[in-house]
T-cell receptor
Framework: DTEVTQTPKHLVMGMTNKKSLKCEQH?????MYWYKQKAKKPPELMFV???????INESVPSRFSPECPNSSLLNLHLHALQPEDSALYLC????????????FGPGTRLTVT | RKEVEQDPGPFNVPEGATVAFNCTYS??????FFWYRQDCRKEPKLLMS???SGNEDGRFTAQLNRASQYISLLIRDSKLSDSATYLC??????????????FGAGTRLFVKA
């Protein structure tokens, strides 16, 4: 079952709000990713976790805070976002950290007002 | 030069046509290659991995040319449902032994009746 789930599907938040995005996979994958995608652009990597440890942070602003509570779950905590942060946030997982296929969740469409 | 470059789109083809996409990559140490398709406002979905020997899945054929550093995707007998953005993804070969996953900008395909 190559399924990655994400909640919520849609999120509207004000610039002073705190919210969290959630991602879950049950494929036994040891690497999990957060991507940001703007309209008509490819996904941009934000964070990578390998074996529940943060491996890659692509210079993402601190208003985005990732968390990996266990090997199946990945959260992205949001605080004091800007309107330009509005985008589709995609979670993905892969067998390991390396040149493996990544499987994406359906994404959370975030609007910051 | 971009690390992964794809044919500019959009491609507008009639049903039943054969269409080919090319993708070039700059890092000769890249290890894995993939084609993903992404429908409007949906997540990228793995279409196929690309191997040196080439691989075929029904109407789709992918080829890798390491010497020239390009990969291709051929779609035969195009269907209306093939309309999507096709993303070329190259992985591996990061600096200091790490890995990188690079997405091309994507090529949009419109198949018309």
């Amino acid at each position: 079952d190559t399924e990655v789930t994400q909640t919520p599907k849609h999120l509207v938040m004000g610039m002073t709000n705190k919210k969290s995005l959630k991602c879950e996979q049950h494929m036994g994958h040891r690497a999990m990713y957060w991507y940001k995608q703007k309209a008509k652009k490819p996904p941009e990597l934000m964070f990578v976790y390998s074996y529940e440890k943060l491996s890659i942070n692509e210079s993402v602003p601190s208003r985005f805070s990732p968390e990996c509570p266990n090997s199946s779950l990945l959260n992205l905590h949001l605080h004091a976002l800007q309107p330009e942060d509005s985008a589709l946030y995609l979670c993905a997982s892969s067998y390991g950290l390396g040149p493996y296929e990544q499987y994406f969740g359906p994404g959370t469409r975030l609007t910051v007002t | 030069r971009k690390e992964v470059e794809q044919d500019p789109g959009p491609f507008n083809v009639p049903e039943g046509a054969t269409v080919a996409f090319n993708c070039t990559y700059s890092n000769s140490a890249s290890q894995s290659f993939f084609w993903y398709r992404q429908d409007c406002r949906k997540e990228p979905k793995l279409l196929m991995s690309v191997y040196s020997s080439g691989n075929e899945d029904g109407r789709f054929t992918a080829q890798l040319n390491r010497a020239s550093q390009y990969i291709s995707l051929l779609i035969r007998d195009s269907k209306l449902s093939d309309s999507a953005t096709y993303l070329c993804v190259v992985a591996g070969g990061g600096r200091t032994g790490g890995f990188k996953t690079i997405f091309g900008a994507g090529t949009r395909l419109f198949v018309k009746a």
